[in-house]
């Protein structure tokens, strides 16, 4: 080993070698740490980079696909429960086209492909539920197509059409779906499921889709709509109409002296109704007219002769010039018809009450009649639909709002207090991180300013700090034989490099560390010349003695 190397271990060991047990732990820990980190840096920087294989798959397929990764030897993670298979970047192409040659997935060709299947003797009842289930493989490949939702599943009701019935059903479906993570999906997803599965079905309106999630919550139900909707809407009518009424009286009556409160009905179901009205046309004609005219011309006829065979009158030959005309006519007019069908819809607003009280002791210059003129127009008030409006004026309590002004005033009080401790906590931990750095800073200073003195023995020059007494460095030198430095020419001065003398500066001994190694080359030196060791230790007694 170079003997720089060898220096600097050296001088590395003797300072550790002076470390205190906590600073020893302290140490083992940080280099314990710089080791982990250096371990987990070099494991990600070499971890290769994983793309998507495979997403949305089904249980069986994933399966598939990882049995035929791991018979391939290619790493692979699994990601959303298992719907999705990342592979290494420069595997994605190959692993995809080997897992297309093995017909992987398999689940997704499910749809209209299951017609293809049908063999030519399929029974009508075959060929109807195989349609049936191809198009609900179609609805669940879409619904699982958008963003939030890994899986769908949908189930069809389609009633069969007779000829006998004289009212049909209408088909309803059922869709169930799993968000990403257990999300919630939006009304504005729940809405386009439910209108994505009813235009795909003939005879199927939005009421008849029920929608679930993975959590069974219905987000959906038939004949209501979207679940919880209704209320909605009839929470958010109710704030935009207290919103906007509350603005306008804030203007006239000043902010604070007007109380607003905006009551609606909300449908929660749609309704149909259907209206035909009957009209006669222009001109007054009635809807069926019938005339009948008969006219006799001629005199008085002659006998009519004798009943013969068969009761059938036979003339007796008597002659007559009468006439006989008959003539009828019918008329159907056609009438006007009027067909009228209004659908209403889930969340129309049946009726509403607006209610508005006003602080008596500030409010002056207006009447009720005019702000319930107002508030009527603001409102879209309709009192043939069943609304109603009602002014009042009414002394406003001052005991809610001072009580409001006081718990503010404790929570604002609360709050600085707690800014007052969090500043405070971290101005003593900054104190005390600044105290350590100087104190260490100080240390550092002290043990620069730490002069090494040179002794000069028969084996060559010994370097100890300058705060060994005189009496000590006499007692070191009786016992090694050392002399002074005067009596011992010097040596060629050694040119240390810049770095070198640095170094040497920088790394001081503590006088611990000076003491301990004293008593270890004493200790040496007693085991290999203890005759002298024993002489030294008679004259020290003796001059202790005189």
Do not use: C
Not at 131 to 145: D, F, N, P, V
Not at 211 to 238: F, I
Not at 431 to 436: D, E, F, P, R, V
């Amino acid at each position: 080993m170079p003997k720089m190397l060898t220096g600097y271990f050296d001088r590395a060991k003797q300072v550790v070698s002076g470390f205190t047990l906590a600073q020893r732990t302290i140490a083992i820990i940080g280099v314990a740490l710089l080791v982990m980190g250096a371990i987990a840096l070099g494991s990600w920087l070499s971890r290769p980079q994983m793309s998507p294989l495979f997403t949305g798959l089904s249980a069986g397929d994933a399966s598939a696909v990882v049995d035929q990764l791991k018979t391939a030897g290619v790493s692979y993670e699994l990601a959303e429960g298992g719907a999705t298979i990342l592979v290494p970047d420069d595997q994605v192409y190959a692993q995809r086209l080997a897992a297309a040659s093995a017909g992987l997935p398999g689940d997704s060709s499910e749809g209209y492909t299951l017609l293809d299947k049908m063999g030519v003797t399929a029974s009508e009842f075959q060929q109807s539920v195989t349609y049936k289930r191809a198009i609900e493989g179609e609805l669940a490949s879409t619904i699982g197509s958008m963003d939030g939702i890994t899986a769908a599943s949908v189930q069809l009701a389609i009633p069969e059409e007779s000829v006998f019935v004289s009212e049909q059903q209408s088909p309803t479906a059922s869709v169930f779906v799993k968000t990403r993570n257990g999300s919630t999906l939006s009304d504005e997803k729940i809405e386009a499921i439910v209108h994505l599965t009813s235009a795909a079905v003939p005879g199927m309106t939005p009421e008849d889709v029920a929608v679930t999630d993975q959590n069974g919550a219905v987000l959906s139900a038939v004949g209501a709509g979207l679940t919880g909707n209704s209320s909605k809407q009839a929470t958010e009518h109710e704030a935009k109409v207290a919103a906007s009424v509350n603005a306008m009286l804030e203007t006239i009556v000043g902010p604070g002296n007007a109380t607003v409160t905006v009551s609606a009905d909300v449908a929660n179901s749609t309704s149909e109704r259907m209206d035909e009205t009957y009209s006669a046309p222009e001109g007054a004609l009635s809807a069926s007219e019938q005339t009948k005219t008969e006219t006799y011309t001629g005199g008085q006829g002659g006998g009519t002769g004798v009943l013969g065979p068969d009761n059938i009158a036979v003339p007796n030959g008597a002659a007559g010039d009468g006439a006989y005309e008959f003539e009828e006519t019918s008329r159907d007019n056609a009438v006007n018809k009027s067909t009228e069908k209004t659908v209403t819809p889930a969340g129309e607003v049946t009726r509403q009450t607006v209610s508005i009280a006003l602080n008596r002791g500030a409010v002056t210059g207006v009447t009720a009649a005019q702000v319930e003129t107002l508030v009527a127009s603001a409102a879209g008030i309709d009192l043939e639909r069943g609304d109603a409006i009602a002014v009042e004026f009414v002394e406003f309590s001052e005991s809610g709002a001072t009580a409001a002004q006081t718990a503010l005033q404790a929570a604002e009080a609360e709050q600085a207090a707690q800014m007052q401790q969090e500043l405070l906590r971290a101005a003593i931990i900054g104190g005390s991180i600044l105290l350590a750095v100087i104190i260490l800073v100080v240390f550092l200073a002290v043990r620069r300013k730490l002069k090494r003195r040179v002794m000069y023995t028969d084996d060559g020059p010994i370097e100890y700090f300058a705060t060994v007494t005189e009496s000590e460095e006499q007692k070191l030198k009786s016992l090694r034989g050392l002399k002074d430095a005067d009596a011992i020419p010097l040596p060629a001065p050694t040119r240390l490099l810049p770095s070198a003398d640095a170094d040497l500066d920088d790394e001081r001994e503590p006088d611990q560390m000076l003491v301990e190694r004293r008593r270890r080359e004493i200790d040496d030196l007693a085991k290999r010349e203890p005759e002298a060791i024993a002489g030294a230790l008679a004259s020290l007694m003796d001059e202790a003695r005189v």
